[in-house]
């Protein structure tokens, strides 16, 4: 993106202007930064540019953008990371993660729901307190929940769309891919249990009262969107965790067997006793599809 | 101005996330829904699922606030083509954005930012809204602002400075009657010699919505009732434009769905003032056949 080569000059300089001031972050009380950019007085240099009202000065007027600009951007973080800022509570979350993570990576995309595309990583990089494990993987699992709301369906697997259908045994030899609305996750806590209690209260009355129990046990789970297009988790055994994770880049089922012989003995064990149940359950809710999904 | 028979589709809601459940639960009845474009320029998912499931019902318009049509940024061509095929699949009868910038290159500000009224910003936005509205073979209308700053560079008022870029345009224009009162406070003008001194031929659809007044200045927030001195504007306008679609914004603070539809349905009590003066009865028939639904 660049700019239009027929924008007027001074259009060019007072939108450049206008946003250079409206994306510097606002302090503890959402007060405007009361320097410029350049160094000047707000209250002076606004003059240049905006004209006052009969009731504010023009410095005045501007900050109402400038804190418009980050209570959305504060508040779209909020929508998109729950667990994250029940964690923190709004304060905490605002000042060590929104704050510096917004002036890292403002937003470049029309659609909102990319703001936080870059959050996890940014956790994993910048993030440096003794529960940073607990808060990536919280960063993580929000994120996931907003990939799998908007991922794009692909023609789920169904007997019907094999090239042959009377012939089930051409199957074995069909790539098949995971939908992309599925996420997978493997952790040594019941994250997905401590989110849904957390959530049951706005992050406010967390500031008062205990956190859920976050229970230590290892968990394989299956983040997705259901064919009425609800999200759901569920948890799954680890030798599931593991075969299901193999058709993420296509695999045919030929493969996935001839790759569980060369795994350890009882994730083979336990996966060879029941892959014709899960591939069932996986095509009733619709996991699957023949199409190579575009990334 | 080419004729183009743009149907008047009634009283709409904007499509919000916290009203799903009751419209899908008591299918109430609405005459049409607007929806911001840019939550459905999507690849799949829940969304597209919900929009499906009130097509099957109830005509979609598209609005939009990420276009960005007064920025010196290019036109995202990208973004146009989305919005093109998300018109095609809802089958809107318009489309409509704002008058305003919020995009620099590598940059995205999330906001309705007000341009500066001088001809040759005119002259820029005029040309760049034609093209779009070329591009997007669909009738295209820009919306009014709120705004909480006037530009030392500004040449002209608001008003004449909308209705220039349209008619320079040949486009129409989506007024948004809160935002006039909103603006009228902030800068201090009378919201009547606004709306006396547009082309009120050319508005295809009105917004009414509330707004929060902070004494200083006030705020566009759609969080609450509309208020009486916006009805006020809402019944002149309607009267002068012989009756166009109108829309309900509630955007925040929401409460519950039946009293967001009573509210919108407040605006009928001005539509039957003016079409008992016209001796004309309130009809959607003309409408669906416009929407060819």
Known sequence: ?????????????????????????????????????????????????????????????????????????????????????????????????????????????????????????????????????????????????????????????????????????????CTLYLQRSINLFAFNYDLFTFRDNFLKHEPEYWIENDFPDLGKTNQWVVLYRSPRKDLLWESISESEYHLINYFQAGASIEEACQWLEEQKNELYTAASENIHTWLQGWVIKQWLTLEKPKD | MKEKHLPNLGIGLGLRIPHYEDIFRDKPDIDWFEIIS?????????????????????????????????????????????????????????????????????????????LPYTKEVIKYVAERARIVQDFLEVPFALENLSSYVAYQADEMSEWEFYSAVVEKADINMMLDVNNIYVSSRNHGFDPKEYYQNIPMERVLQIHIAGHTDHGDYVLDTHNNYVRDEVWKIYADVYAKTNGVSTLLEWDDDFVSFQQTWDEALKAKKFQQALHAKLKKPLKKQAVLQGCER
């Open chain 2, 38 to 114: 840019e939550n459905f320029m999507i690849d799949g998912g829940k969304p597209l699922e919900v929009l499906a499931r009130i097509m099957d019902r109830y005509p979609v318009v598209l609005h939009g606030v990420s276009m960005s049509i007064g920025s010196s940024a290019a036109l995202d061509w990208e973004y146009l083509k989305k919005l093109k095929a998300l018109a095609r699949f809802t089958k809107t009868p318009w489309i409509s954005d704002h008058l305003c910038w919020g995009q620099l290159p590598g940059a995205h500000y999330h906001d309705l930012l007000p």
């Open chain 1, 1 to 173: 993106m660049s700019f239009d080569p027929s924008a007027p000059a001074k259009l060019k300089k007072s939108q450049k202007w206008f946003a250079s001031i409206i994306t510097r972050p606002i302090d503890e009380d959402s007060r405007m930064n009361p320097i410029s950019p350049v160094g000047e007085l707000m209250e002076e240099e606004a003059w240049d540019y905006i004209r006052p009202s009969h009731t504010l000065r023009p410095a005045q007027r501007i900050e109402i953008y400038n804190q418009q600009y980050w209570w959305r951007l504060l508040s779209i973080l909020h929508e998109t990371f729950p667990l994250l800022t029940r964690l923190f509570g709004y304060h905490d979350f605002n000042q060590s993660i929104a704050f510096p993570y917004l002036q890292k990576y403002p937003p470049n995309h029309w659609s909102l729901n990319e703001l936080g595309i870059h959050l996890p990583k940014w956790i994993a990089e910048n993030y440096h307190r003794s529960d940073k494990s607990l808060i990536k993987d919280s960063a993580e699992i929000d994120w996931a929940y907003n990939r799998t709301f908007l991922a794009r369906e692909y023609p789920p697997l169904n007997i019907g769309s094999l090239p042959n259908p009377q012939d089930l045994s051409g199957l074995l030899e």
